[in-house]
């Protein structure tokens, strides 16, 4: 088993993030990772940023766009009476 | 919608003209064809006519939907493909700064090494967080933004996303790896500065 560069590291970052990469490409990042500073603050980095953009709150369409929306596809009638 | 065949009647009912069932559909997938044309567009009214001419797109050429992909694939192409059109629209002569280099080619070797993971949960659960998150997705090189957007948003798979914006799947991954460490360097740019006594390491 050939040691993972810093640069192997980045390549395979975002499988090892999302659960994808394989066990051997796991233990290879995880064992550089306890050996390289600079790596283990890109991984942390990085996860933390994946945490924090799936806390963003989703942008809501505003109502008055969406009766737009009805009305120009000819359907204003088809609108749903607020809940 | 998740069920194929509740997705099959109703592709039936709006190929056949029911007015209802065209109004079901908006109600099932307007708010993430919306979400999906705000990030694209970065404006409220410019989004809002995205959404109008998607369905408009939509239901006017239901006929030639065939069902490969789902509907929900489907109308983020289309989506896709006006936001595109329109940028197009607007500056024709103008390559974006951000598209003038291939956004799956070049480097990306972190720059910006700020360990700021470890900073307390209060300062990263703050408004001002947010709003530079925002910013930072909206400031993303256009394809790597539409990718991001799909997978990362909006929880589409690979497959789907490559089907929506027509390309491989293995240009998703890489806009997707690419467009995850640009965001990661611009928060480490905006946490350096808010903590400018930490150390920050250079990557070789």
Redesign the interface.
């Known amino acids: 088993m050939t040691d993972v560069t810093c640069h192997d590291l980045l390549d395979g970052l975002s499988d090892y993030l999302d659960g994808e990469a394989s066990g051997q490409l796991c233990a290879e990042i995880e064992r550089h990772v306890a050996n390289c500073e600079k790596c283990r603050i890109v991984v942390d980095t990085l996860r933390k940023t994946v945490t924090l953009y799936h806390q963003l709150p989703q942008p809501l369409m505003p109502a008055e766009a969406r009766e737009r929306l009805y009305k120009r596809l000819d359907l204003a009638e088809y609108l749903p009476k607020p809940k | 919608m998740t069920d194929t065949s509740d997705e099959k009647a109703l592709l039936a009912r709006i190929r056949a003209g029911d ?2 069932a ?2 079901e559909c ?2 099932l997938h ?2 993430e064809v ?2 999906l044309a ?1 990030r694209l567009m970065r404006n ?1 009214a410019e989004a ?1 006519d995205v ?2 001419e998607t ?2 797109s939509a ?1 006017k050429g239901i006929d030639q939907f065939d069902g490969r992909a789902n509907l929900r694939t489907w109308l983020y192409r289309i989506a896709y493909n006006t936001a595109l059109m329109r940028h197009r629209r607007a500056e024709p002569e103008q390559v974006p700064v951000d598209e003038a280099a291939d956004p799956e080619e070049g480097s ?3 720059q910006a ?6 900073l307390p949960e209060p300062e ?2 703050r408004a001002e ?2 709003a530079e ?2 910013s930072a ?1 909206q400031a993303m090189p256009e394809k790597l933004r539409a990718v991001f957007v799909m997978r ?2 909006e929880e589409l798979s690979t497959q789907d996303t490559a089907a929506a914006l027509g390309v491989s799947e293995d240009v998703v ?1 890489t806009r ?2 690419r467009g ?2 640009w ?2 360097e611009r ?2 740019g905006y946490f350096s500065l808010k903590a400018p006594a930490m150390e920050d ?1 250079n ?1 070789d």
Do not use: N
């Open positions: 007015k209802a065209c109004a908006i109600e307007s708010p919306y979400r705000l409220e809002e959404v109008q369905f408009l239901f990306i070797v972190p090494l700020f360990d700021w993971c470890c990263l659960d967080v947010r998150l925002e997705i990362e948003l991954k997707l790896r995850r460490m965001l990661r928060l480490a390491l990557y």
